[in-house]
């Protein structure tokens, strides 16, 4: 696909992204109905209906390229195709739950082992990322819509990282300390991506947690709005394995973090 392709597939997936947005939030005021899967996480309607309004527009868009989603994933069958997209209809459902803002809704086209477009919308948040190449990552605020880069936001010499748990093991608090880390913010979902993304915020490690479905939108909004995304040991973070898992992940918002 050509960037023009691309960035037609992105667009074309707004309008639907607003709208499952505002079904979690009709859905949540309505009361939702929670069931625990087998591996002991929480799933709502809002969960499953998010995920067809999602997957029907992708299959419209995209009728040949295989879906991959956290709420229809049959884990064992290996994933053995180059392009598919990953979705995760809600990530965060525990805080969707709560009534928190800081929910998801994710998808993401990835290409060769690398996602390409990503969306993630934060509806109680109020706002839409999304992006589709390089240098073309985008917000959509209050029916504005501008373009997001990792130009920092703190002040200098204020380095802030993200946590997805309140205390950090010591393994990742050292390695935060290698970049001189003045404090640390906990933050849930793949929001993290995007705070960085936008410059708010610096730095965020992870040891092996997660599925690929939860990273990959987030990541693609993030290396699109300039940041840069390894594994904890300095390898390429890559999507495509046969298990979905992912590796430790380091998402840094440039190389000089006090720029």
């Keep these: 696909m050509n960037k023009k392709e691309l960035k037609d597939i992105s667009e074309n997936l707004i309008k639907t992204f607003l709208e499952a947005g505002k079904e979690s939030i009709d859905l949540f005021n309505k009361g939702l109905k929670v069931q625990i899967k087998e591996d002991q996480s929480p799933v709502t309607n809002g969960d499953l209906i998010v995920n067809e309004i999602i997957t029907k527009k992708i299959l419209e868009l995209t009728p040949g390229i295989p879906i991959i989603s956290e709420e229809t994933v049959d884990v064992n069958v290996k994933n053995k195709s180059k392009v598919f997209w990953l979705i995760d209809p809600i990530d965060g459902t525990k805080e969707y739950i709560a009534g928190t803002d800081e929910y998801t809704l994710n998808a993401a086209l990835v290409m060769n082992k690398v996602p390409i477009i990503g969306l993630v919308g934060a509806p109680k948040k109020k706002q839409l990322f999304f992006s589709y190449a390089p240098g073309e990552s985008y917000l959509i605020e209050n029916n504005v819509t501008k373009k997001v880069s990792c130009s920092k936001k703190q002040p200098t010499n204020t380095i802030v990282a993200l946590s997805s748990v309140l205390k950090p093991s010591n393994e990742i608090l050292n390695r935060l300390k290698e970049f001189k ?8 979902s793949s929001y993290k991506f995007c705070a960085i993304a936008n410059g708010e915020y610096d730095i965020y490690a992870a040891k092996e947690r997660a599925n690929e479905w939860d990273y990959a939108a987030g990541h693609a909004v993030a290396v699109n709005a ?34």
């Design 181 to 188: 880390v003045n404090s640390i913010v906990k933050m849930a």
């Design 226 to 259: 300039g940041a840069i995304i390894k594994t904890l040991d300095g390898k390429p973070f890559l999507y495509g394995k046969e298990d979905y898992k992912n590796p430790s992940i380091l998402i840094k918002r440039s190389d000089n973090l006090n720029d």
